[in-house]
C-alpha cells in the first residue's frame, strides 16, 4: 500500500538542552491514526513538522510521497495549501470574513479557482449550509468548529491532521466533530491524523502512534 | 479572495479606528490641495493680468494698492492724475505704448472703465458678437459680465457710482452694449469697456451735458485741461526703460510708478508666509497621520497574529502576508487622499462661489497636474507606515504563534 507519510530518524532541538527524538513511523494513504500523548510530550511539535510550519533538526520526512524539507519556501507553502489540510483545537476563523469568504481565501491560498459549488456543498455535507453568508462572531461554538473542519477540506487534502479536535468539548460534541473528521476523510479519500491527549476517542481508531 | 480584499474586509471590519486615519490622511491631504489649487489660481490670474504691462503710472500712495486696482480691478485707486501729466508721459521715448484708465463706476459690482483702443491692442481683445464702442456711452463687456448680467447687444443700463454694488445710480445717462467680448480667461472677462469721455461725463452735472447728448466721438480727442484719469498702464519700448523711467516718473513728477513684476512678488511674499504655515500645518498633520497609521497597523498586527499564523498553514507565502499588511496601510492612506482631493476641490469651489470679487475667483472644477504628487505621498506615507508591521507579518514564526496559543 502506498504510505502517505513517513518519517524516518527524525528529531526536534527546542534549544541546546532540549531535545526530541520521533520514533519512526510510515502511515497508509486512507488510514486513521491517532497520535497519543500527553500534554508536553511533543505532538504539536510533530503535527507543525507534518504540515510543514517547523523544520526538524535531523530526520527525513515524506508526505504524499513528498519529502517536504527538499522543497523550496514557496513550494512547500503550496504543497501545504493542496495536500493538507489541518484542524485546530479552537476554530479560529478569520473574524473579518464571511464564512463563505474564509472558504474562498482557502482556495485562493492553494492557487485554486473560486468554486462556489464546492463551498456549498461542503458546508451542507456539515450542516452548516445557512451559515454561508454569517460572521465567524454570529455563530455558535459547534458552528465554528463545523466551519473549520470545513475550511480544512475546502481543497480536499490528502491529510487532514487535527491538533486536539475534541479536548475542550462534552462529550455529545466530542462524539460529532470525531464523527465529522472520519466522514469527510472519507468522502474525500483522505488519510487522517488526530493528535490528542482525550482518552475518550482512543476506542475509534485502529492505529495509535504514541508519543 | 485576493490579498487586496482580504486587506480591505480587514478595514472594514474597524470602521472606527480605519475611519479616524482615513479622516487625518484626508484633512491633510485637503489642506494641501487647497493651497495647491489656490496659489496656482491665483498666481496665474496675477501673471495673465499683468501680461504685458511693464509700469503702472497712478496717484502717489501704496504702490501695492495702485497695482491692484489697475490691474487686477480688486481695491480702490491711489487717487487721480492730472490727464495732462498722463499725455505728456505718453510720449516720452521710453515708452511703447501708454493706455489711459478712468474708473470710478460699477455696473452691479462690475467695474465699468475707461479707455481707449490702446486697450483692446494691449489684451488683444476680440468681440464675440457686436463691434468695440465708438460713441459715449456705448459699452463692450466683458464674457462673463454678460452671461452673469444676461445684457446683450443693444441692451442699456445705468451705472452705480463708486466700485461696490448699492451706491448711488447715475441715472441721467445709460450705457448701451455695442459688443460682447470673446471669453479672454483674464480680468477683463469681468469688465465693463467704454471711452474715457463717458466716465467723465457720467460725473459731471446733468445739466451739463446737453451738448453731447447727439453722442458724438470723444475718444483720443478730448483736451486735456482740468481732466483727469485714474492710471496709465505702460508697456516699455526697450530695456533701458526698465531703468530710467520709473526713476523718472518718481522723482520728476508728483505721480507715482509701480512695477507689476515686484508688487506680484512682494504681495506673493505676504501671502507666503501664511501659505508656508498653513502648508507646515498640513505636513503635521500627514505625519501624524503616517504615525496613527503604523500605530494602527501595528497594533492590529498584534491582535491578529493568530489570524495571520492559520492563512500560512491554509498556504499563504510570506510575501501574501506581507502585502495584506502593505496593502491595508496603502488602502488607508490612498482613501484618505482621494477623500482629501475632493474635499479640497469642494472647499475651493466653496470659497470660489461665496467671493465677493469677481475678478479673482476661485474654482474647484481645475484640476492639475501636481495632483499626481499628493497620490504619491499617499502612498508613501502608506507604504512607510505598514513597512515594520509588514515586515514583522513577513518573518513570523507561525509554529511559536500557534504552539502560543
Not at chain 2, 487717487?79 to 470710478?104: C, H, T
Not at chain 2, 503635521?284 to 497574529?305: D, G, T
Request: hydrophobic residues 40%; contains cysteine.
Amino acid at each position: 500500500m502506498q504510505q502517505m507519510i513517513s518519517i524516518k530518524a527524525l528529531a526536534h532541538a527546542y534549544n541546546r538542552e532540549k531535545k526530541i527524538n520521533f520514533d519512526d513511523w510510515q502511515v497508509s494513504k486512507g488510514d486513521q491514526w491517532l497520535l497519543l500523548g500527553n500534554s508536553g510530550s511533543g505532538k504539536s511539535t510533530l503535527l507543525h513538522i507534518l504540515t510543514g510550519i517547523l523544520s526538524p533538526a535531523t530526520g527525513q520526512v515524506k508526505v504524499n510521497d513528498t519529502e517536504i524539507y527538499q522543497l523550496k519556501p514557496r513550494e512547500l507553502d503550496r504543497f501545504r495549501a493542496l495536500h493538507i489540510g489541518i484542524v485546530f483545537q479552537r476554530p479560529h476563523l478569520i473574524k473579518s470574513l464571511t464564512i463563505e469568504e474564509n472558504l474562498l481565501m482557502a482556495q485562493s491560498f492553494a492557487g485554486l479557482p473560486e468554486n462556489r459549488s464546492r463551498i456549498q456543498e461542503v458546508l451542507e455535507s456539515l450542516a452548516i449550509s445557512a451559515s454561508l453568508h454569517q460572521y465567524p462572531s454570529t455563530l455558535s461554538q459547534g458552528q465554528l468548529q463545523r466551519a473549520s473542519i470545513a475550511r480544512a477540506v475546502i481543497n480536499k487534502p490528502a491529510l487532514l491532521i487535527a491538533d486536539e479536535p475534541t479536548s475542550s468539548l462534552d462529550d455529545q460534541n466530542a462524539g460529532t466533530v470525531l464523527r465529522l473528521l472520519k466522514e469527510q476523510t472519507e468522502l474525500n479519500q483522505s488519510t487522517l491524523v488526530i493528535a490528542t491527549h482525550d482518552q475518550r476517542i482512543k476506542e475509534a481508531f485502529k492505529h495509535t502512534y504514541t508519543l | 479572495m485576493s490579498p487586496l480584499q482580504i486587506s480591505w474586509k480587514s478595514l472594514k471590519s474597524k470602521p472606527l479606528s480605519s475611519g479616524l486615519n482615513i479622516l487625518l490622511i484626508a484633512f491633510g491631504t485637503g489642506i494641501l490641495t487647497i493651497l495647491l489649487l489656490a496659489s496656482r489660481q491665483i498666481g496665474d490670474k496675477l501673471t495673465q493680468n499683468s501680461k504685458d504691462i511693464d509700469l503702472v503710472v497712478g496717484a502717489k500712495g501704496s504702490p501695492l494698492q495702485l497695482i491692484l486696482s489697475s490691474i487686477y480691478y480688486i481695491d480702490n485707486p491711489t487717487g487721480n492724475i492730472p490727464l495732462e501729466d498722463a499725455q505728456r508721459l505718453s510720449r516720452s521715448p521710453f515708452v511703447k505704448r501708454a493706455v489711459p484708465l478712468a474708473m470710478g463706476d460699477n455696473y452691479k459690482g462690475f467695474r465699468i472703465i475707461g479707455t481707449d483702443s490702446n486697450y483692446i491692442a494691449l489684451y488683444q481683445l476680440k468681440n464675440a458678437t457686436g463691434q468695440f464702442w465708438k460713441k459715449d456711452f456705448e459699452v463692450s463687456i466683458g464674457a462673463t459680465v454678460a452671461e452673469q448680467q444676461k445684457l446683450k447687444i443693444g441692451d442699456t443700463f445705468l451705472g452705480a457710482h463708486g466700485l461696490t454694488e448699492n451706491a448711488h445710480v447715475h441715472d441721467h445717462h445709460a450705457y448701451k452694449v455695442t459688443g460682447i467680448l470673446c471669453k479672454q480667461g483674464n480680468v477683463t472677462d469681468n469688465l465693463i469697456l467704454t471711452n474715457i469721455a463717458s466716465v467723465w461725463k457720467m460725473h459731471e452735472e446733468p445739466e451739463h451735458d446737453h451738448a453731447h447728448e447727439n453722442g458724438h466721438e470723444h475718444e483720443e480727442e478730448e483736451p486735456a485741461g482740468n481732466r483727469e484719469i485714474t492710471s496709465l498702464l505702460i508697456q516699455y519700448r526697450s530695456p533701458m526703460s526698465v531703468v530710467m523711467f520709473p526713476r523718472m516718473v518718481n522723482q520728476a513728477t508728483q505721480l507715482q510708478a509701480a512695477s507689476p513684476a515686484m508688487e506680484s512678488t512682494r504681495l506673493f511674499s505676504l501671502i507666503g508666509v501664511g501659505i508656508d504655515t498653513l502648508q507646515w500645518f498640513a505636513f503635521l498633520i500627514m505625519l501624524i497621520a503616517a504615525v496613527s497609521v503604523f500605530v494602527n497597523l501595528y497594533n492590529s498586527l498584534k491582535e491578529r497574529q493568530y489570524d495571520l499564523a492559520i492563512m500560512r498553514t491554509l498556504g499563504a507565502s510570506r510575501i501574501k502576508l506581507f502585502r495584506i499588511v502593505i496593502e491595508e496601510g496603502l488602502l488607508l492612506t490612498l482613501t484618505g487622499t482621494i477623500v482629501g482631493i475632493l474635499l479640497g476641490h469642494i472647499a475651493v469651489e466653496l470659497i470660489g462661489s461665496g467671493q465677493e470679487s469677481s475678478q479673482a475667483k476661485l474654482s474647484g472644477l481645475i484640476f492639475l497636474k501636481e495632483e499626481i504628487y499628493l497620490f504619491a505621498a499617499g502612498l508613501a506615507i502608506g507604504i512607510f507606515a505598514a513597512i515594520i508591521p509588514a515586515w514583522q507579518a513577513y518573518r513570523a514564526d507561525i509554529a511559536t504563534i500557534l504552539a502560543k496559543n
